[in-house]
């Protein structure tokens, strides 16, 4: 994520100050803090989806970016033919083998176990 907690605690006092400077005008002292509070939590958690959201923008501007100067292409041609660099290495499909020789282990009882248990629902 982009930036830290403390983005998020100032983002969250900010929104504390604000409150209770705006709450003091018309109401007592202990009812604008519960609110200004109350607003630091708000504040507090409403920062985490905007910092999420400020991080993947960035990111992909960054990565577009990143690519287009790799492959040594504009992001934007004006031709409107993309260019694209050819691949180093040939595809080459999944290999299951691995995960064939990996047999699970199963105690029988257990198994006994789990279907007397789904049988009986």
Request: no cysteine; charged share 20%.
């Amino acid at each position: 994520m982009w930036g830290t907690i403390w983005l998020n605690t100032g983002i969250g006092f900010l929104g504390f100050v604000m409150t209770l400077a705006t709450a003091l005008a018309g109401n007592i002292w202990l009812v604008s803090l519960e609110r200004a509070f109350t607003a630091f939590i708000l504040f507090f958690l409403a920062a985490f989806p905007l910092r999420w959201l400020l991080a993947r923008v960035m990111d992909t501007s960054e990565a577009a970016a990143g690519k287009a100067a790799a492959d040594g292409t504009d992001a934007s041609p004006e031709s409107g033919e993309q260019q694209t660099a050819p691949d180093d290495e040939p595809f080459m499909p999944l290999n299951t083998n691995q995960i064939d020789r990996i047999a699970p282990v199963q105690d029988p009882s257990v198994v006994a176990d789990v279907v007397r248990r789904l049988t009986d629902e």
